[in-house]
């Protein structure tokens, strides 16, 4: 991953995975050694929202999943992450989002948005806007989410894509987690070394510990790791 000033227009795509770009040949040959180890043309995960192995037939049960408000409802007093319950029916099983560093890390979300119109087209306001579920397609080779997910408005539901309960803390720990990712991008580091199933879930028992010592005794029930 290149980390020269620059537009994403402007850098190149290794052609092999399609997940790491670079600002000329010259980098990307400087990069190959370290990047070659995870260099396979499975590890794209631009195109998740395409591949039929990442979608399962919905349970025969609802599952517990969690709703983000967008910003006006927030405004209007709504608790940033609450609790619902999702049917088999629901939309999110046959056009939910997969969350990409979820799934790197071993915990795969799906998200749903729950718009009736083309976005496009809608009239823009703020208040419509959800920038914690952007944050959750956040493209782990860029550190920002995919242009065709620019526009994620209104409130969206978000479940477990192993069928089982997502709890509003498990949620606001892989947020944060997130966010710890979008650090290592500012700080001009590159995030691979972190997006691993171990280096997840240690992050989950420090934040857990974390949240307890600071007296959130729900966090008491969250099991790490998840």
Known sequence: MCFREGSPQQLMRCSRCKTSVYCSSICQSTDWPTHKSRCSPTASLSSMSSRPSLRRAPPSHAVVGVIIPCNAERAQGA??????????????????????????????????????????????????????????????????????YAELVYFVTVIRQDGQPLTCEALET????????????????????????TSFQSFCQRYKDERIQSGYRDFDMMRVPF
């Open 79 to 148: 608790p940033a992450l609450q609790t619902s319950i999702v049917q088999p029916s629901h939309p999110i099983y046959h056009c939910g989002l997969p969350s990409p560093i979820s799934h790197a890390v071993g915990f795969p979300l799906l998200l749903y948005r729950h718009i009736t119109e083309d976005p496009s087209k809608m009239i823009r306001h703020p208040g419509l806007d959800n920038q914690t579920a952007m944050h959750l397609l956040t493209q782990p080779s860029t550190g920002i989410a995919l242009n065709q």
């Open 174 to 197: 892989t947020l944060l987690y997130i966010d710890h990712v979008l650090d290592l991008f500012l700080d001009g580091v590159s995030p691979w070394h972190r997006l691993n199933p």
